[in-house]
């Protein structure tokens, strides 16, 4: 398993604005992931962060608008740039061990925007 | 693209009833995961199998991986307020990359 941790918990932002998320682990790991999720429902991964590698996005994300950065192998951020309300929503890191298929997760950012 | 749907989307029962979640694709996945996340947290891995036909048991929760791979089902007996929760399956064809995650069972456990 692993400790992950996200600051920050929660944020209101204004319109047009951008937020940095940080994801802390407390061990050196490859991959690591960034998920959206709305309330109650499933995660939609927003792109792969390996780090030594660029990272990679998924279909309807895009780096100007979440721009990523991988500094370490116990580190991230992610960036929500030039917000609207419909960036409201719950963000987590997650991290997957070389050889298992288990992801740990943390968190998450609970995002509003008005 | 591989999906992973689950069923019932949304289940509210009370306390002592049991219930089942099922998830299902058409896809083979090497290694399938259950995860429960509770208001304001992260999911929180349950199990993991690997086998076709494994059955694993965690206290009340009983996990089945199909034969073919393709599909899982998590019973609780006896569900209790403390189950509450959105649970999650997730599948992965490898250990080198992402997971499929479904797209969750909302259960609410009435006292």
């Known amino acids: 398993s692993a400790v992950i941790s996200q600051k920050p918990s929660r944020d209101i932002c204004q319109r047009g604005t951008s937020l940095t998320i940080q994801c802390q682990v407390d061990?050196?790991?490859?991959?690591m992931f960034w998920y959206r999720q709305q309330p109650g429902q499933s995660l939609t991964l927003i792109a792969t962060?390996?780090?030594?590698?660029?990272?990679?996005?998924e279909s309807g994300f895009v780096i100007d608008k979440f721009p990523i950065s991988r500094p370490n192998l116990t580190f991230s951020t992610l960036t929500v740039s030039n917000m609207s309300p419909e960036d409201s929503s719950i963000y987590l890191c997650?991290?997957?061990?070389?050889?298992?298929?288990?992801?740990?997760f943390g968190p998450g950012t609970r995002l509003t925007v008005t | 693209t591989q999906l992973l749907e689950q069923s019932p989307q949304f289940l509210s029962i009370q306390e002592g009833e049991n219930l089942t979640v099922y998830c299902n694709s058409s896809?083979?996945?090497?290694?399938l995961q259950w995860y429960r996340q509770e208001p304001g947290e992260g999911p929180v891995l349950l199990v993991t199998?690997?086998?076709?036909?494994e059955v694993k048991k965690l206290k009340r929760l009983t996990f089945q991986f199909g034969d073919a791979r393709k599909d899982s089902s998590l019973h609780i007996t006896a569900a209790q307020p403390g189950d509450t929760g959105l649970y999650l399956c997730?599948?992965?064809?490898?250990?080198?990359?992402?997971?499929?995650f479904g797209d969750g069972t909302t259960l609410t456990v009435k006292p």
């Open positions: 997650s991290i997957k061990r070389t050889g298992h298929y288990e992801q740990y």
């Open positions: 061990s050196q790991v490859t991959m």
């Open positions: 962060a390996n780090q030594g590698s660029e990272a990679t996005y």
């Open positions: 896809s083979v996945f090497s290694s």
């Open positions: 199998v690997v086998t076709g036909g």
């Open positions: 997730a599948g992965a064809q490898t250990n080198a990359g992402k997971s499929t």
